[in-house]
């Protein structure tokens, strides 16, 4: 290849990778849809930092390549004889720093938010979410709010009610999720609600939500929840390597769109589950006259 | 010892045998070429394994192409979860701890640090043979985790407990209830890398103090060239880091084999109806232990090939490089703040949020330093005379790409979109970018400089451009499209993803990388051949067949034991080129007149 061949070899292949960043949005390989509350802030930041960075790669990579180009080698020529320059080395050291320190301090209140336990809002949904190898076993209580929710996160009571992989809330309702692992490592994922949160053994972790759309409905006559738009199966995948079955602890979850359609469906999921449970009660005995 | 005497006489009257010549040798050159060598063996046993991992993602059900046949028909004729996952834990580990640390530690910088420096050697020349050799119990003990009960460690090269440290009493035979590979085959990862952690300590203690203490006379700090900088910071930073390492791989292994506690949590665990008992640990001591180590040793795999590509950039540019000072300053400015960032790959862990802010800080800023030194190399190319040789294209594509991995970067940064994209392809895209498309370009790129002085000859020009050019075109096609499906959600270390409808629309993609990466893997070949084949029956090299002004340049291609005839005086520092006031377009270190003219312009 001729010397200047190299730099338009450069120029091809980075701005082929420039495209195919430019049309993935539009061929549908891009954020999933987001229906979190705090969901924009995690996405302004993500474009914030995008548009940064886009800046930057076009600016130095536009640079490398016209350089290769302009300064390929000529018989008997000579580079410029020159060091450095003091001002350019301060310039390109102090914008680039402000710049960071901008984004580093303008997103501290999003972290807070999310994660930060002292800033969760009061919850209207409690749960409990433990991860084992290789599923998510999920806690209702016998109503959305228990009384203590720290004490119940921590000691099964009777009512309670367990179900694989199905993370039932309603829409607009303020979730808090007490996280546990009864093994090894895992990590709860919900990607359409930009949340993520490693199971600890030995901790008990507290993680919140408040979904923006629904995608479910309850159906009475059938007892089973029916998925409003087939584009709205949310899904919940485990992100941290938990041994062979890592890949398949898929769950599903279930935002309905009022707290009836919720509270209709806990009825009938507590029904099911303490009929194949045994007695808990004596029997009262009839008192019929 | 003064070192102003020549070696030679010292050994005039003792010749080696073959065995204390090229085996057990103490001269570092010889010790550079091993570490090359096993780490070139390596680096294909590694490639291997990727595209293993490759095969398995882009063809995640049915029977596996090309090597389905290989696999039990009781598996379906394919590989299964477990296999998958230890294929992608001994990938990285073997690339991390076999490849890249030995290549840019142990082969460049032991070939290069005396030459460049003008010593007759290393100051501790018994000590580099024993880093070395004690290579070699790790290289055993590794190769051979594949083949003990349960298979090799499988638990990522990250071994976080309680899948990696999990184990029954050591009177049920080290069996663990986490996954049959965290047995016998974890304690071997484990062992493997604690020989491997001495092997850079050793290495590292050396470097720092022959270059503090052997330099030539008139070698001072600010005139040693940037490969020579790199390797001392990046010794300072194995020394300070990798005894946590050896702590946090001794506590591992006594949880696992004489059942101390160090991981296990007061609760203990259960593995269906199999309850551990209680323990007095956290399992976030060891996160927090291996990345203190760990953080810093991303740092030692590309300090070295960012100082290496200063000097070839600068060689091949004809031109000084641009901001030496800068530069040194950047490369400090990376390595002390590499120590303060270690948490930012547990944001997500459940460690205290409060302490994520605080390491966000640290990690954004990391990317100025690193930016510095990207618009540094621009300024050196800026009004070059750049001469297109496969050394220099390599190093170029290293700034490229290392571009890319830097500013990718920035967004696991930002913790908030690191709620996102941690455990994605999107880290799995930056790892890659800084790993293989800086890291071994520059590695590449140090091999077709520096294997003329190595060797005494010169690799094939023509096919070190197509091996450059086909390598840098499918390591982007494999590499690049991982930002696309990690934005999408793609998490990493799945062995099958069609299970989610939310990455339905990106599975295309997985098989595009994967072709692309068995094409990278042929690429290589081209390299191979032509390595061995140069090693032969390449084109004799002259001492300076690049017209470089260091100091190793110098010395006869291959030097003899002890460098140089005579030692070298250092008149100026490393860059001189493109002087209008001289006739040539460079001014070696030691070139006998003293430079006489204007001091270049600022």
Redesign the interface.
Known sequence: ?Q?KG?SI??GV??L??FL??AI?PL??????ANVST?GP??DK??YV??G??TF??VL??A??VW??YK????PG??????????R??ML??VV??AI??Y??IA??G???K???PKQMPEPDLVMGVTA??WDWTMRYADKPQPENARTWAEVPSIDDIYLPDELHCWKGANVRIFLKT????H?L?L??L??????????T?PMWFNATDFNTRFNERTGTCELTDKSK???I????????????M?GLLYVHETKEDYLKWLEHAQKAARSRQPEKKPTPVAAKD | MSVSHSHAEAHAHHELSFLRKYIFSEDHKIIGIQFLFSGLIFFLIGGILALLVRLQVGYPTGTIPLIGRWFPISWGERMSPDFYAMIFSMHATIMIFFVIIPLLTGAFGNFTIPLMIGAQDMAFPKLNMMSYWFMWPAFAVILSSFFVEGGAAASGWTSYPLLASATMPAGDGFQSPASPHSGHGQICWLVALLFVGISSMMGSINYMTTIINLRAPGMTMFRMPMTVWAMFITAILQSMALPVLTVALMLQLLDKTINTTFFLPPGGMAFGNWHTGPGGGQTLLWQHLFWFYSHPAVYIMILPAMGMVSDIISTFARKPLFGYKPMVLAIAGIAGLGFIVWGHHMFQSGMDPRLGTGFMIATIMIALPSAVKTFNWLGTVWGANIQYTTAMLNALAFVAMFVIGGLSGIFMAATPVDVYIHDTYFIVAHIHYVLFMSSIFGIFGGIYYWFPKMFGRLMNEKWGKIHFALTFLFSNCTFFPMHIIGIAGHPRRYYDSTLYRFLDNVQPINQFMTISALLLGLAQIIFLVNFFWSLFRGAKAGANPWHSNTLEWTAPSPPPHGNFVQTPIVRRGPYEYGNPEIEEDYEPQAAPQPSAVPTPAH
């Open positions: 290849m010397h190299w070899f450069f292949v980075l082929a990778s195919s960043i993935s061929v549908g390989w891009w954020l999933p705090f802030d995690v930041l993500y930092i995008l940064f960075t930057f790669f130095t990579e640079l490398l350089a290769m300064f390929a080698g000529r020529a000579k580079g410029v004889y020159v060091e450095g320059h003091h350019l080395e390109w050291t680039p720093g960071l320190l984004i580093a997103q501290i999003a972290w807070e999310i994660k930060y084992r190898q009864q093994d090894v490592l990590s994922f990607p359409q930009r949340l993520k949160q490693d199971a600890l053994p030995g901790k972790i199966e949310w899904e995948a485990c992100a941290e390597l938990c041994g062979g079955g890592h890949y398949r898929r």
